[in-house]
């Protein structure tokens, strides 16, 4: 069973950093692609940014320039370091996950404010 653990969310003030982080274990199957989404309180949720197998990187274009997807083969683990963070970045933030189907996190989520 795909099981996808988060962990690295908070409070920050405007302009601060955090890192998140996203093991996935228990997958028989390759991973195909990993990201993050985010969902802010009264709206849809929103793709924030991919990787897949390849090393190709997509980003929403709210957060490119400022935020950094990467990833550990090794270990199944993807991160996403989120610099120069604003107010509109609070939200809660899902590791996502595509094997043989798509599989996201519990979420972890991150509050910008002063």
């Not at 988060?6 to 920050?12: P, R």
């Not at 890192?19 to 390759?30: D, H, I, K, N, Q």
């Not at 990467?70 to 991160?79: E, L």
């Amino acid at each position: 069973q795909v099981q996808l653990v988060e962990s690295g969310g908070g409070l920050v003030q405007p302009g601060g950093s955090l890192r998140l982080s996203c093991a996935v274990t228990g997958s028989v199957f390759p991973i195909n692609l990993m990201g993050w989404s985010r969902q802010a309180p009264g709206k849809q949720r929103e793709l924030v940014t991919t990787i897949t197998s390849g090393g190709t990187i997509n980003y929403a274009d709210s957060v490119k320039g400022r935020f950094t997807i990467s990833r550990d083969k090794a270990v199944n683990t993807v991160y996403l370091q989120m610099n120069s963070l604003k107010p509109e970045d609070t939200a809660v933030y899902y590791c996502l996950v595509v094997v043989n189907r798509q599989y996201s996190g519990q979420g972890t989520q991150v509050t910008v404010s002063s």
